[in-house]
C-alpha cells in the first residue's frame, strides 16, 4: 500500500508541476520547479540505472506538455539523478544505505533534508537556466534568475517533501 501512495503522489505532482509551467508564470527571473525534489526522494533500492530513465521521462513528459522546449527539463533533470545517491550517501550519511532505509524529513532533520534539496535544486538550475537561454542571457541575468529560482524551489520543495518522504515514525 505504501508503495502505491508514493506512485500516486509522486504522478499528482507532475501533474502540479505541469500545471504550474502552463498557468504560473511569477517572472522572467524565476523558474519554479519540484522536479529535482521527486527525484531525490525515490526509493533508494531503485537502481541509479532506472532512476536516470525516470527522470529522462518524467523530463519528457513535463517538456512535452507545458514548457515546449523538448529535452530541456529532461536534460536538467538526468544530472540530479545520476548524483542523487552521491548527494544523499554526502548529507544524510552512509548508514542510510546500510540500513535499507529511506530519507525521513523527521528521521534526518529539516537542515539535512534542506540542504539535500538546495544541491539537486542547484544542480538542476545550473544545467536548465543556461539551457533555457541558449548561452545568450547575460551573467547577471542568469545570476538572478538561479538565486530566486533557487530560494522559491527551495520553500516548495520543503513544504512538499512531507508528502513523498511521510513521516514513518507515526505508524
Same mark, same amino acid.
Given at each position: 500500500?505504501?508503495?502505491?501512495?508514493?506512485?500516486?503522489?509522486?504522478?499528482?505532482?507532475?501533474?502540479?508541476?505541469?500545471?504550474?509551467?502552463?498557468?504560473?508564470?511569477?517572472?522572467?527571473?524565476?523558474?519554479?520547479?519540484?522536479?529535482?525534489?521527486?527525484?531525490?526522494?525515490?526509493?533508494? $533500492?531503485?537502481?541509479?540505472?532506472?532512476?536516470?530513465? &525516470?527522470?529522462? @521521462?518524467?523530463? =519528457? #513528459? /513535463?517538456?512535452?506538455?507545458? +514548457? *515546449?522546449?523538448?529535452?530541456?527539463?529532461?536534460?536538467?533533470?538526468?544530472?540530479?539523478?545520476?548524483?542523487?545517491?552521491?548527494?544523499?550517501?554526502?548529507?544524510?550519511?552512509?548508514?542510510?544505505?546500510?540500513?535499507?532505509?529511506?530519507?525521513?524529513?523527521?528521521?534526518?532533520? $529539516?537542515?539535512?533534508?534542506?540542504?539535500?534539496?538546495? &544541491?539537486?535544486? @542547484?544542480?538542476? =538550475? #545550473? /544545467?536548465?537556466?543556461?539551457? +533555457? *537561454?541558449?548561452?545568450?542571457?547575460?551573467?547577471?541575468?542568469?545570476?538572478?534568475?538561479?538565486?530566486?529560482?533557487?530560494?522559491?524551489?527551495?520553500?516548495?520543495?520543503?513544504?512538499?517533501?512531507?508528502?513523498?518522504?511521510?513521516?514513518?515514525?507515526?505508524?
Amino acid at each position: 500500500m505504501e508503495k502505491n501512495r508514493f506512485e500516486i503522489t509522486f504522478l499528482l505532482l507532475v501533474i502540479a508541476q505541469i500545471l504550474v509551467c502552463n498557468y504560473f508564470h511569477f517572472s522572467y527571473y524565476v523558474t519554479l520547479s519540484i522536479l529535482p525534489l521527486l527525484i531525490l526522494c525515490l526509493p533508494l $533500492r531503485l537502481p541509479t540505472v532506472w532512476s536516470l530513465l &525516470l527522470a529522462a @521521462a518524467v523530463g =519528457l #513528459a /513535463v517538456d512535452m506538455l507545458a +514548457d *515546449g522546449v523538448i529535452g530541456l527539463n529532461a536534460a536538467a533533470l538526468i544530472p540530479v539523478a545520476f548524483v542523487r545517491k552521491t548527494v544523499i550517501g554526502a548529507v544524510f550519511g552512509s548508514g542510510v544505505f546500510a540500513r535499507d532505509e529511506d530519507i525521513s524529513i523527521r528521521k534526518h532533520g $529539516r537542515p539535512k533534508f534542506a540542504l539535500a534539496i538546495v &544541491l539537486v535544486q @542547484a544542480l538542476f =538550475l #545550473a /544545467v536548465y537556466i543556461p539551457l +533555457d *537561454g541558449a548561452w545568450t542571457r547575460p551573467l547577471w541575468f542568469n545570476v538572478l534568475r538561479f538565486t530566486a529560482s533557487l530560494a522559491l524551489g527551495e520553500a516548495a520543495s520543503l513544504l512538499l517533501a512531507g508528502l513523498l518522504v511521510p513521516d514513518d515514525r507515526k505508524k
